[in-house]
């Protein structure tokens, strides 16, 4: 899985939503066409396990990118040190007129 690999219409998850692919010797054809299938060019090309990204790329030869992300820096991190709160309505009435921090 170190590559992206082209999804093909002889992978056992492939299917044409137009029931228009037959097998012809060692290729797929399309009987829309009367050309060889082209899972790339096909709007009608589907995957059983729903895999299939545009520009008819496998998606189980994809790897993800992940990043790791340390919460508490994100949660304790202050955008502006001398920011206070701003109160509306019932709870400025409850509390009063101060800022809270």
């Known amino acids: 899985m170190a590559q992206a690999k082209s999804c093909s219409p002889t992978c056992q998850s492939f299917k044409c939503g137009k029931n228009a692919a037959i097998f012809r010797r060692d290729s797929v054809w399309c009987r829309d066409g009367e050309e060889p299938c082209s ?4 709007t009608y090309s589907m995957c ?7 520009g008819a790329i496998c998606g189980e030869t994809v790897r993800r990118k992940t990043a790791e992300h340390d919460l508490d820096d994100d949660f304790y991190r202050d955008t502006k040190p001398s920011a206070s709160v701003k109160l509306k309505g019932k ?11």
């Open 91 to 101: 709870a400025l009435r409850k509390l009063g007129d101060q800022d809270y921090y």
């Open 39 to 42: 899972v790339a060019k096909c």
């Open 48 to 54: 059983f396990k729903r895999r299939l990204l545009p």
